[in-house]
């Protein structure tokens, strides 16, 4: 069964650095896509980067970058340039090709301190 | 563009009653999938389908019922509703393909009080 861990309940960074957030998961499937999504305290999920199994370079999407180490099985998400909007939940995601639960880790609070 | 579109977006229930979640997509995506999410955890997998006609099971189905007769529209339904369904749902919808993840409507803050 697939599995999503994210090991930091919260996290905190100075407006303008960087920040890693952790993320590792456990399939069996050579196939799948692990996601980040951005929840802010309004509550909605926003979609912020994609990094597919198979794929050889690291996601990057404007400030959002995805570390992808396969053989580790992690996926962690780097922040660059944090700004004070950047402060929300942030969930870790993972589904399979051929299954169609996407199963989410616990999420890791961010909070960015100006 | 609306997107996913869920109503309503609160509502406090009574022990023992019934009530639909309302979910309607205008992306044409085959797939959809009802979720909840308790206070401080992740997303749980409620039901989903893959197309009208078709609804399966997910992590955690007891006390919920789905059907799909068109492909926009995808509600949820509480039958006996229990404290322990206090919730928020999130309905979303996707493609076949993973690239884009999904896209997910604002949610529905439950309590079942």
């Known amino acids: 069964a697939q599995k999503i861990t994210q090991t930091q309940p919260g996290m905190f960074v100075q407006e303008k650095e960087a920040v890693t957030l952790d993320c590792t998961y456990d399939t069996s499937d050579p196939s799948y896509g692990l996601f980040w999504y951005k929840q802010p305290s309004s509550g909605e999920m926003i979609f912020l980067i994609y990094q597919g199994s198979y794929d050889q370079q690291n996601a990057t999407e404007g400030r959002y970058s995805l570390n992808f180490q396969k053989a580790r099985k992690s996926a962690n998400l780097v922040i660059s340039a944090s700004q004070l909007g950047d402060s929300a939940m942030y969930f870790c995601?993972?589904?399979?090709?051929?299954?169609?639960?996407?199963?989410f880790g616990a999420g890791t609070r961010l909070t960015v301190k100006p | 563009n609306a997107g996913v579109t869920q109503t309503p977006k609160f509502r406090i229930l009574k022990i023992g009653q019934s009530m639909t979640l309302q979910c309607t997509q205008d992306m044409n995506h085959n797939y959809m999938y009802w979720y909840r999410q308790d206070p401080g955890m992740g997303l749980k997998l409620i039901y989903y389908s893959v197309g009208a006609g078709i609804t399966d099971k997910g992590e955690v189905p007891n006390g919920y019922n789905v059907s799909r007769s068109t492909t926009e529209d995808f509600p949820l339904r509480l039958e006996l509703a229990a404290p322990s369904q206090t919730s928020v749902y999130f309905c979303a919808s996707s493609s076949p393909d993973n690239l884009y993840g999904y896209t997910f409507g604002s949610g529905t803050r439950l309590t079942v009080v």
């Open positions: 995601a993972m589904r399979e090709a051929y299954n169609n639960d996407m199963r």
